[in-house]
């Protein structure tokens, strides 16, 4: 998949996940997730636990 078509994929499930995370990413690999979370502090952890793990996290929420 070209770049591009990643970006254009990552903006629709963006849009799809207002609260959450919605990608992730390591080592040139994509995996779109639906991760919805119900408080920042939930959000946050989630994100610490993919980032530690070496993945590059894209969601939406707390930033």
């Known amino acids: 998949m070209s770049k591009n078509k990643a970006l254009n994929l990552l903006q629709l499930a963006k849009e799809q996940v207002p609260f959450g995370i919605y990608a992730i990413e390591k080592d040139k690999t994509l995996?779109?997730?639906?991760d919805k979370c119900k408080s920042i502090t939930q959000l946050k952890d989630l994100k610490r636990q993919f980032k530690k793990a070496g993945y590059r996290v894209y969601a939406n929420g707390a930033d």
């Open 31 to 34: 995996e779109l997730r639906n």
